[in-house]
């Protein structure tokens, strides 16, 4: 069966980002001139899904009102002549098929997978978080895709991270199979650096079977007193094998202030408009300080 859904979870607070999160999405923050989630519902769309759940909370109308018709703006631009300006209004409206279901407690990402059922059906689906942008030639989505393809099961989208960092992220044993692709045999939660089996970080992509759901359903809070995916995932993989696929590009962690600025500037570089001046800007700071 194909995989044509996917799901955004996108309730969380955002509050690394902290002011400019207490009125705004952080899945909103501009990176240049889109906000982090067109990125990420662009890859998606890149890579044949047809249909996308958010699951949102309270104070997430912003990112409704991006993806909806904006009459009003629509007519101004088109009465001031403004085509290609309309033509991309236009464009996020229409891409895809967006639908919205409420996470009303903060419990995790297991449950905000939960939340996302009855959507789902009887279906394989994918997952993207919208705070990791993946700058690469072939959508990292659809890379996992290529592995679910060959092997039918879950995929988990893989990059080695330096040890001392390993804590912050979902962590892998695996066995190499081929090329960028790894059968999982364990997964740990955010491990102590000295207690992680590699230094395979789980990156916010997945294709999930809908087997998951009702492990998701009976399980217990993990670390942090919430529904973790991981220990899902770990529990799936007792009944069926799930694989990782260590993707090519360029990951950009976007939930976090450094990594939004890095981001901001590798995007900015690689823009026929800015890359010439702004690579000089650079320079002369470079050269000042």
């Given amino acids: 069966m194909q995989v044509k859904k996917a799901v955004f979870p996108v309730a969380g607070l955002g509050t690394r980002f902290l002011p400019a999160t207490k009125a705004s999405p952080k899945e909103m923050l501009p990176l240049i001139d889109k906000p982090l989630v067109q990125y990420v519902v662009e890859e998606a769309v890149a890579a044949g899904i047809e249909q996308i759940l958010f699951v949102t909370g309270r104070g997430k109308r912003a990112l409704e009102d991006h993806f909806d018709i904006a009459f009003e703006l629509e007519a101004l631009l088109y009465d001031k002549g403004k085509d290609a300006e309309l033509s991309q209004v236009r464009e996020i409206a229409e891409m895809v098929d967006i639908f919205y279901v409420r996470q009303k407690k903060a419990l995790g990402l297991g449950h905000a997978i939960l939340c996302a059922r009855d959507f789902i059906g009887n279906e394989p689906f994918a997952v993207l978080l919208g705070d990791d942008i993946i700058d690469s030639e072939r959508p990292c989505l659809g890379q996992l895709l290529d592995v679910y393809r060959k092997y039918r099961g879950c995929v988990l989208a893989l990059e080695q991270v330096p040890r001392e960092h390993i804590s912050s992220y979902g962590c892998v044993a695996a066995n190499h199979i081929s090329d960028q692709v790894y059968e999982v045999t364990d997964l740990v939660e955010k491990p102590k650096p000295e207690e992680a089996p590699s230094d395979l970080a789980i990156i916010g992509r997945y294709i999930l079977t809908p087997e998951i759901f009702p492990i998701l359903a009976q399980q217990e809070p993990g670390k942090g007193g919430e529904i973790q995916l991981t220990d899902a995932i770990l529990a799936l993989s007792a009944d069926e094998a799930i694989y990782g696929c260590r993707f090519s590009g360029q990951r950009h962690d976007c939930g976090d202030k450094l ?31």
């Avoid at 500037?265 to 300080?289: C, Q």
């Fill in 259 to 289: 990594g939004f600025l890095k981001a901001t500037v590798d995007m900015a570089l690689k823009r026929p408009e800015f890359n010439g001046e702004f690579e000089e800007y650079l320079r002369k700071r470079l050269t000042i300080s």
